[in-house]
């Protein structure tokens, strides 16, 4: 695979102050596909500089202005779908379907948006006696996850950019040849110098550098509860703003009224897709207890349609894959039904997980309360409505979830009581300018459409 062997910082590749390497892997063959490299914390103080020096002309750049590099951007990354997506493919093991209309198509949907948004967002409004200015942070240090390698990025780096802030990004170190192909991207939408920077490099080295450096304003992450709260720790200590995107735990529930088979072939089909990488999957399905069995069965027979190593991709690296099958052993432990699936590898080579399936899965259950981030599906029994809305909120986490019901009125009487940041009523359709984030411990912050660019800026007050 094409790699570049430098940093992107002010306009340009550069060479990596140190040595190091990030090799690059398939993880569907387990083959290096190329190298990368790692940055340290020189190598992002050169691009928070040059950043820092890019903010005040592309913050006093006109809205309409910064639309237009924006919707230059979005043009490009259209215009390298089917390279992209190639890339997705090598580096995540995405399989190609998938990589083309997700993985390569969601962020076009989302540059544009933010193309959009940046000429018709009021960046000033009266409020009384007062002109409040909406203006942009300054310099963002972004951090992205591999699971949706190009989608993590724009969905920050295109508010920010249209709010007029300027970008470090750390991409994930599983993933960086899809940010070098945006950083082209960037590069060929005719941004300013300096106002989009990239260093890839390891997480506790280059990522920690980027939080704590104090010329970033404002750290947007996204990962791991546990490098959240890490982030969030050095954001604190430095009174820097902070977004965190951390996962989740969300539940399917399917009311007594709805039609069951489809509520359980568009849940299996949520928690499958992606190898089950997803923040916001539903990987808890809610059953009534007298329609049990039947989901079961229902359930069993959808995921035999996910066959490892064609509809579903590999698992991100060796570290995920062991993670999961951890996940699935403990499942069983705890005395867990097997429907489908299992800790067994499914082929001889490539980071696979079966598609598994767990019945009898209990709300104090580990596999009930803790994010797999695998192709595995937990079904669970309540009684009554209150049951139900007791374990569907019965986790630290909050980001998505869904409800199924005989008509939308009562599941969205349901989904009002939930403790969630999103809710597919009767499975609808994403939409790419709803604000996306958590309650509780799925994060601090909502990203997409406005509510995402209102995250890049302040606000100041003027009285008259
Ligand atoms: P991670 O949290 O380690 O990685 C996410 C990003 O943070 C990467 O760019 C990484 O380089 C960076 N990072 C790691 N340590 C850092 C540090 N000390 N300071 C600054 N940046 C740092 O996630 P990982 O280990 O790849 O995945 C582990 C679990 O995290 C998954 O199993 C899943 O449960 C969750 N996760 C959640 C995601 C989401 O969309 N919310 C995405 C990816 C993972
Ligand atoms: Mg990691």
């Known amino acids: 695979m094409k790699a570049h062997d430098g940093m992107y910082i002010d306009g340009d590749w550069r060479p990596a102050a140190g040595t190091g390497t990030i090799e690059v892997v398939n993880p569907a063959d387990e083959q290096v596909i190329a190298h990368v490299p790692a940055g340290g914390a020189e190598d992002v103080d050169a691009a928070v500089r040059a950043a820092r020096a890019a903010f005040p ?25 089917g390279e ?9 093991g995405a399989p190609p379907q998938l990589a083309q209309a997700v993985h390569a198509g969601l962020p076009v949907v989302v540059a544009g948006s933010y193309a959009e948004l940046a000429a018709s967002y009021a960046f000033e409004e009266k409020v009384g006696n007062s002109t409040v200015l909406h203006e942009p942070l300054g310099v963002v240090g972004a951090i ?3 699971n949706y390698p190009l989608h993590q990025v724009v969905a920050k780096v295109a508010p920010a950019l249209a709010a007029g802030c300027t970008v470090v990004l750390k991409p994930a170190e599983d993933t960086p040849l899809t940010a070098q192909l945006f950083a082209e991207a960037v590069h060929e ?3 300013p110098a300096g106002v989009f ?14 939080a704590e450096h104090e010329g970033v304003d404002l750290v947007s992450f996204t990962g791991s509860t546990a490098v959240g709260r890490k982030i969030g720790a050095i954001a604190g200590a430095g009174v820097k703003r902070v977004a965190l995107e951390l996962g989740g735990k969300s539940a399917n529930v399917i009311l007594p009224s709805a039609d069951l088979a489809k509520a359980v072939a568009v849940g299996v089909a949520n928690v499958m897709a992606n190898s089950g990488q997803t923040c916001s999957a539903w990987t808890r399905m809610l059953v009534p207890a007298d329609r049990y069995e039947e989901a079961v069965g229902l359930a069993a027979t959808a995921v035999a349609k996910y066959v490892p190593g064609e509809r579903v991709g590999p698992l991100v690296n060796a570290r995920q894959l062991e993670r999961v099958r951890g996940y699935i052993r403990t499942g069983l432990d705890e005395g867990a039904r097997l429907v489908a699936g299992g800790p067994d590898a499914p082929l001889e080579t490539g980071y696979y997980v079966a598609p598994t ?16 981030f695998g192709p ?29 019901a005989g008509d939308e009125a009562e599941a969205a009487a349901f989904a009002r009581r939930m403790d969630t940041g999103q ?24 990203e997409l459409g406005a509510h995402g660019l209102a995250e890049y800026l302040q606000t100041k007050s003027l009285q008259f």
């Open 189 to 191: 939408a005719g941004l």
């Open 144 to 146: 992205t996850p591999w």
């Open 376 to 404: 595995v599906l937990s079904i669970l029994k309540y009684e009554d409505e209150d049951e139900a809305l007791r374990i569907a909120n019965g986790t630290v986490y909050g980001l998505a979830g869904a409800v199924w």
């Open 197 to 210: 920077n990239l260093v890839t490099g390891f997480g506790p080295v280059a990522g920690q550098a980027l």
């Open 84 to 92: 992209i997506a190639e890339t997705v493919t090598a580096e995540l």
């Open 423 to 446: 809710v597919d009523i009767n499975g609808g359709r994403f939409n790419p300018l709803a604000p996306f984030g958590g309650y509780k411990q799925s994060g601090v912050g909502r």
């Open 57 to 81: 002309g592309w913050a006093a750049t006109p809205p309409a202005e910064r639309a237009a590099r924006l919707a230059a951007l979005r043009g490009v990354l259209a215009a390298r779908q």
């Open 357 to 372: 399936v767990f019945a009898d899965v209990t709300p104090g259950m580990t596999i009930a309360q803790e994010e797999i």
